[in-house]
């Protein structure tokens, strides 16, 4: 970890490739069976456009393990969309610059708690429920967790969580491969580097929402 640098920002083409390929070489020391089917996708939609530069249709990345073998690689594939799994949509503002923390489990609690405000502040704001326009899950929710879910498999998640508390693991590696976005620089956040929607002058909401991709 203490040689890792920043290589792009949060959904950028370097940035995900990094991400991609310290995933495949933790998984390549993992003991992965022949009959694991699983993916993890991340888009973050409404990217700056300085981030889809190249005819980059999707910011974001996959990780696929296919009857037990591994591949990773930029943007999203519907290979790896149609293996039950992590699959997230979600606007890039929303997660970008929390994203780059360094925490364990305690620390990740708190960024989910903090997003949870976050949204409810949103969704106060703009005044609507669902102001991502999220699809209905199988529950009939709206969910940036998309179908088809399927729980993580334990060689997967303990290969990539390993050392999480020590601050590794490839949250911790992602954050330590993300430069930072200009459009947090000024804006209140927590501890955990996620925005504070109540602290935001009026300006700083209107910018953040429609950073977002929401419109009022």
């Not at 999203?76 to 293996?83: D, K, V």
């Not at 303990?158 to 020590?166: F, I, Q, T």
């Not at 330590?176 to 602290?199: C, H, N």
Request: glycine share 12%.
């Amino acid at each position: 970890m203490s040689t890792l640098k920043p290589v792009g920002e949060f959904g950028s083409k370097a940035w995900g490739e990094a991400c991609c390929d310290a995933s495949l070489q933790i998984l390549a020391e993992a003991d992965l069976t022949a009959d694991i089917n699983w993916a993890f996708t991340e888009d973050y939609t409404h990217p700056p456009a300085r981030l889809m530069a190249g005819g980059r249709t999707h910011a974001g990345y996959y990780i696929m393990v296919k009857n037990g073998q591994v591949s990773a690689g930029d943007g999203i594939t519907e290979e790896a969309l149609a293996l039950p799994g992590f699959h997230v949509q979600i606007p890039w503002a929303f997660i970008c610059n929390q994203s780059g923390a360094l925490y364990g489990r305690q620390g990740q609690q708190a960024r989910s708690a903090a997003e949870g405000v976050l949204m409810a502040a949103i969704t106060e704001y703009v005044g609507r429920p669902n102001p991502f326009s999220y699809p209905l899950n199988s529950d009939g929710k709206p969910s940036g967790l998309l179908d088809p879910v399927g729980p993580w498999p334990a060689a997967v998640g303990s290969a990539l969580g390993e050392g999480g508390e020590e601050g590794n693991g490839l949250h911790n590696i992602a954050a330590s491969l993300q430069m930072a976005s200009p459009e947090f620089a000024d804006l209140p956040v927590t501890g955990k580097r996620v925005p504070i929607f109540s602290e935001m002058s009026d300006q700083q909401k209107q910018d953040f929402i429609a950073l977002c991709g929401v419109t009022l």
